[in-house]
């Protein structure tokens, strides 16, 4: 089946669709993207994603596109013309196109807008959940903004692939403190040795995760212990489980880091929990 993209206004072919080779997302990855997972074709969490693309725009000053009921209309015929069931939709804005030059473009350059849909079966993700995986460390070398969900992502990128080539499925960024701040693309978790749930606070320089804050919710409904509080990578090793959070992978649970057995070095009933209870509720409350 041939994909289909959003581009600027229009459907196209996927593989033919562009965006202008001044665009400010290519020459200074300035701009913004936000990412939702879709089941049997429906949004996860519109709301919370569109509020974080807002606040994104918001912080550098790049004017929202669309109004809420255009942008949920594009997001949702993306879906549908790429016919995704179970997947995930990608939305990035930029600050437009415009002769290159560090200082903004003039006031009504229009953003760019690209969305593109992809398939992803559930059951690939249930498979490696159900085994757990393996994350290493890597120091954290990016802005002062990670807040801000930015296209700027090259650090991460070094670090997913410097997790690859050692066999894992993520790294987790390590701060000159020795904390962990989060993985390449996820939140980091972990239940510590004192049977506490732990994952560091928004304060720090993380990505306020959408998957984080339904995940938080899940944990007060069920009665159990939050510290939202950086832990260390020595932490990790004594924790009784680990686990990582975002939109494509729900709740991932980590079985080693760096080599180093986790828990038992197998996933945690915490973890299966909240996943089993995350996805329930994201497939129930998806639009
Ligand atoms: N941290 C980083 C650096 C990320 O890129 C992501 C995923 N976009 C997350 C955390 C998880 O965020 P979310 O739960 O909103 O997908």
Redesign the pocket.
Known sequence: MSRVAYVNGTYQPHGQATVHVEDRGFQFADGVYE?WSVFDGRLADFDG?LT?LHRSLDELRIPIPMTRQAMERVLKETVRRNRVNEGLVYLQVTRGTARRDHPFPAEGTPPSVVVTARSMPLSKGNASAEKGVAVVTHPDIRWGR?DI?TVGLLP?VLAKQAAKEMGAAEAWMVDEMGLVT??????AWIVDENGKLRTRDTQSN??R????AAVMKLIEAEGLELDERAFSVEEVKRAREAFY????GFIMPAVSIDGARIGDGKPGPIATKLRTLYLDQARDEAI
Do not use: P
């Open positions: 990412v994603h974080r990670c969900k991460n989060e993985g390449s693309s996820t939140n993380i990505l995760g959408i998957t984080r959070t975002s939109a494509t």
